[in-house]
């Protein structure tokens, strides 16, 4: 027994920690659970919904999500909430997608064709509606507390997308507007996931603001590295085509970073129209400046040292080792 005990322990210290193994089938049961709920007796509409959720993504946020609960003490009698918590927070992101899509025109999504442009705007509108519902249909069961913080992040879901939608080819987009805006967009999704996670684990009320606090910074440096990748690509990683935020005018961190201070490209973002042809490829040559892109990583290591500093707050254990993981990977992802 003891050396097999050892076995393992050696074979742990050889091989990288990976998140998801430590949860995994905590995942399985998100993911059996998740394929259910798409289906429809609209055929369309269940197509639609698998066509996004069965075509690939992270489950970043269900992962985060049943470690932050395994890290505050979650056992097997709350787990059973945690998992439809983490549906239901990722069944709100595919329908934030989906909608997206629709009002970005956009045309690939994760590699493939969006569901907009395969299925049409109606349709595709439709289907992220139907996962919405299917969201507060699993969170109806839960405490009235609990129901408020995930509509609070719907709210400010809409909120953000309103507000990138007025920013739009805006050349007087600051910094302080950024940071609004996947506050709003990214980083509240994450926060409730955070603080539902404590909460169904049994945690005091300030370790489960503490795990807001830590999906915010979590979700702050997801999003500034995406805006990162539009910028670098490839297109096989990023699932679109290199420079979709800057083509529509969306206000990413490096365009951001630059309309401060290059006026060659704050013409060029607010003249109004899409960029394309020469004055595009100038535009992501200008965002491409090694300063510039150090300057937007630098801002993104700054939301990881916070996440970090608060998951000491948490007790040692595989699961706090595997957030820090999970928070490390984010500003390693390739850019």
Do not use: W
């Not at 300030?206 to 690509?233: E, H, K, R």
């Not at 969306?250 to 970073?257: N, Q, R, T, Y």
């Not at 706090?320 to 390739?334: A, G, K, N, P, T």
């Amino acid at each position: 027994m003891e050396k097999a005990k050892s076995a393992a322990l050696a074979s742990e210290m050889i091989e990288p920690l990976n998140p998801a193994r430590i949860v995994e089938a905590d995942l399985i049961a998100v993911e059996a659970k998740l394929a259910h709920l798409l289906d429809s007796r609209e055929r369309l509409i269940s197509e639609i919904c698998h066509y996004l959720i069965d075509g690939g993504g992270k489950r970043l946020r269900p992962l985060f999500i049943l470690l932050v609960h395994r890290g505050c003490g979650g056992n097997e009698r709350t787990v059973v909430d945690a998992v439809d918590a983490a549906i239901a927070l990722e069944l709100i992101h595919s329908a934030t997608l989906l909608h997206d899509d629709i009002i970005d025109g956009g045309t690939l999504r994760r590699g493939k064709p969006s569901a907009f442009m395969r299925y049409g705007p109606g349709p595709t509108m439709v289907a992220g509606d139907y996962l919405f519902c299917r969201a507060f249909e699993l969170c109806g069961r839960f405490e009235e507390n609990l129901v408020r913080t995930a509509a609070q992040a719907c709210i400010q879901l809409t909120e953000g997308e309103v507000m990138e939608g007025r920013l739009r080819r805006n050349p007087a987009v600051s910094l302080a507007d950024y940071m609004a805006v996947i506050g709003r967009k990214t980083g509240s999704l994450f926060a409730a996931g955070g603080k539902v996670a404590a909460k169904l684990a049994g945690a005091p009320a300030q370790l489960s603001s503490a795990m807001a606090d830590l999906g915010s910074a979590i979700g702050l440096a997801f999003q500034m590295i995406d805006d990162l990748l539009d910028v670098l690509g490839p297109e096989a990683k990023t699932g679109k085509p290199v420079g979709s935020d800057l083509r529509e005018g969306i206000p990413s961190l490096p365009v951001v970073l630059a309309v401060e201070s290059d006026p060659e490209l704050r013409g060029l973002f607010g003249n109004g129209r899409a960029l394309d042809g020469a004055d595009f490829a100038r535009a992501l040559q200008i965002l491409r400046s090694p300063r510039l892109l150090a300057r937007a990583r630098a801002m993104a290591a700054e939301q990881v040292e916070v996440a970090r500093r608060i998951l000491a707050q948490l007790k040692p254990s595989i699961y706090r080792d595997s957030l820090r993981v999970l928070i490390d990977e984010q500003i390693d992802r390739e850019i």
